[in-house]
Structure formats: structure tokens, C-alpha cells
């Protein structure tokens, strides 16, 4: 093998080497991705199966349950009843 082969070799496999942390973040990432999603899908259905008198006491109302479990606020304000 000549020495540029193992030139050639040697950066295949640093490149090779550089390239799996790249895929192994992005596979942690997307299991993140999975878990926030899984969490905010079991949490939005134990939220459901409370009354509207239980929600109302912690301050949301029956359709913001989806934005609020999902960290985004709801698009209309919980007006307080008079």
C-alpha cells in the first residue's frame, strides 16, 4: 500500500469517526422529541378526564388544554367569571 493510500485510509476513517456523534445527537434528539411528545399526549389526556370545575381551579378552561400542555399559550385568555 502506498502512502497515499494510507493518507486516503486514515481520513476515511477520521471522517468516518466524525460523522457518528452527528448521528448519535440526532437520534438522542429525536428521542427527546418522542419523549416531550409522549409526555404532553399522557398529560393532556389526564387532564381531560378532570371536570371543568377542577380546571377552572388551576386557571385553564377544557380547550386550552392542548397549547398548554405543549408549552405554548393558549391563543385566547382564561377571563375570570364575575
Known amino acids: 500500500m502506498s502512502a497515499l493510500d494510507c493518507a ?12 457518528a456523534p452527528g448521528i448519535a445527537d440526532r437520534a438522542r434528539e429525536l428521542l427527546r422529541a418522542l419523549r416531550a411528545w409522549h409526555d404532553a399526549r399522557t398529560a393532556a389526556r389526564h387532564l ?28 385566547w385568555p382564561r377571563h375570570a367569571e364575575h
Not at 486516503?8 to 460523522?19: L, P, V
Open 8 to 19: 486516503e485510509s486514515r481520513r476515511r476513517s477520521m471522517t468516518a469517526g466524525a460523522a
Open 48 to 75: 381531560r378526564t378532570l371536570n371543568d370545575e377542577l380546571l377552572k381551579d388551576i386557571g385553564m378552561d377544557r380547550g386550552q388544554i392542548e397549547f398548554l400542555v405543549r408549552g405554548r399559550a393558549a391563543p
